[in-house]
């Protein structure tokens, strides 16, 4: 696995240590960010990239799509995930790409979350498949002040899983990619 893009471009990043992580493939993620940064996301969010988002990646596994948000021009991370062999392959890819300082990597229940201490312009919502986690994460993420006023959240689901409306979101893109399907919510 590698960075796709930005300025850790062609960096390694260490694959899960257990088969309870389903990372992203390489291919996939660089659609995802091909996607996030040459769209005009319109009025409250513009060019994704240039404003420096926080970003929350809340079923982090590896911690690929943080680094590569934070390759892109993220200005900070925030990781979280229950599964502690997730949190120490996180840890060891923030430290061998030098980005531990622009990451905080929590071990956390996205479902019930912290509080945040800052609002997130780019969210992204990657939980094991078919278990009905994007909705009441989202609302508990919501609740905790996570998700800022205007957001980009990415949610990936299986291709045969429906997936609602988020709350006050709206759906601008939803694209599959074999099994994996992304949809891009704007708040």
């Known amino acids: 696995m590698r960075i796709v893009g930005g300025t850790l471009s062609g960096r390694k990043i260490e694959p899960p240590l257990?088969?309870?992580?389903?990372?992203?493939?390489?291919?996939?993620?660089?659609?995802?960010f091909n996607i996030l940064a040459h769209r005009d996301w319109g009025k409250g969010i513009g060019e994704l990239f240039?404003?420096?988002?926080?970003?929350?990646?809340?079923?982090?596994?590896?911690?690929?799509?943080a680094f590569e948000a934070l390759s892109w021009g993220a200005k900070h991370a925030t990781l979280f995930d229950?599964?502690?062999?997730?949190?120490?392959?996180?840890?060891?890819?923030?430290?061998?790409?030098?980005?531990?300082?622009?990451?905080?990597i929590?071990?956390?229940?996205?479902?019930?979350p912290p509080q945040a201490p800052v609002p997130c312009q780019l969210v992204f919502l990657a939980p094991p498949y078919?278990?009905?986690l994007i909705p009441p994460t989202f609302a508990a993420l919501d609740k905790a002040g996570w998700i800022a006023k205007h957001?980009?959240?990415?949610?990936?689901?299986?291709?045969?899983?429906?997936?609602?409306?988020?709350?006050g979101c709206e759906l601008v893109v939803a694209r599959s990619y074999g099994e994996p399907m992304l949809h891009f919510f704007k708040r």
């Open 50 to 65: 240039e404003g420096e988002p926080h970003v929350l990646d809340a079923f982090c596994g590896t911690g690929a799509l």
């Open 82 to 104: 229950k599964d502690a062999s997730a949190l120490k392959i996180a840890r060891h890819n923030a430290a061998t790409l030098d980005a531990a300082s622009q990451c905080d």
């Open 151 to 167: 957001a980009v959240i990415v949610c990936e689901t299986a291709k045969t899983e429906k997936l609602e409306p988020l709350p």
């Open 18 to 32: 257990s088969e309870v992580t389903r990372p992203m493939m390489d291919r996939v993620r660089e659609a995802l």
């Open 106 to 112: 929590l071990p956390a229940d996205a479902t019930n």
């Open 130 to 132: 078919r278990k009905e």
